[in-house]
């Protein structure tokens, strides 16, 4: 079975877009970029199968924060990576503490930014079809695990 795509959306300075594209050369994605948070914030609805967000910790319209505080108000909120010049222990804290998914550095190292990217998609994705199988009325893994375990209870 083939690799599914994953759907990625830059949020960044359009000279690190060079950096993105090489580090994320071998990896099969779509990336969709914005300069802006205006142009994302369209994006976003548009492509409601965006499962991961790049934003840079500076730009012109909005901060980080304001965008994984608006990015998490959708219904199926995509993962957000906050990609910045310079990182530290507490930037990095900020980042989690305020549900982003992780931190990564700018120019990209591509082995980090794959894994980084990789891992946000898959527990996206993941996230998602637990949603979907609630919703259908389905159990999610964990009931069935728990049932699965009670029944060597018995």
């Given at each position: 079975?083939?690799?599914?795509?994953?759907?990625?959306?830059?949020?960044?300075?359009?000279?690190?877009?060079?950096?993105?594209?090489?580090?994320l050369?071998?990896?099969?994605?779509n990336?969709?970029t914005?300069?802006?948070?205006?142009?994302?914030?369209?994006?976003?609805?548009?492509?409601?199968?965006?499962?991961?967000?790049?934003?840079?910790?500076?730009?012109?319209?909005?901060?980080?924060?304001?965008?994984?505080?608006?990015?998490?108000?959708?219904?199926?909120?995509?993962?957000?990576?906050?990609?910045?010049?310079?990182?530290?222990?507490?930037?990095?804290?900020?980042?989690?503490?305020?549900?982003?998914?992780?931190?990564?550095?700018?120019?990209?190292?591509?082995?980090?930014?794959?894994?980084?990217?990789?891992?946000?998609?898959?527990?996206?994705?993941?996230?998602?079809?637990?949603?979907?199988?609630?919703?259908?009325?389905?159990?999610?893994?964990?009931?069935?695990?728990?049932?699965?375990?009670?029944?060597?209870?018995?």
């Open positions: 079975m083939a690799q599914k795509r994953i759907q990625l959306l830059a949020i960044m300075p359009e000279q690190w877009l060079t950096s993105l594209t090489d580090a050369a071998d990896l099969p994605v990336i969709l914005a300069q802006n948070w205006q142009s994302a914030r369209s994006a976003l609805i548009k492509s409601p199968e965006i499962e991961v967000v790049l934003v840079a910790s500076l730009l012109p319209d909005a901060t980080w924060k304001e965008v994984v505080a608006h990015v998490s108000d959708l219904q199926s909120p995509p993962w957000i990576i906050v990609a910045a010049r310079f990182s530290d222990a507490s930037l990095w804290y900020d980042v989690l503490e305020n549900g982003a998914y992780d931190l990564t550095v700018y120019p990209f190292r591509p082995e980090a930014l794959i894994h980084v990217i990789v891992s946000a998609s898959a527990d996206c994705r993941q996230g998602r079809e637990r949603t979907d199988r609630a919703a259908k009325g389905y159990p999610t893994r964990e009931q069935n695990a728990t049932a699965e375990l009670g029944r060597y209870d018995e």
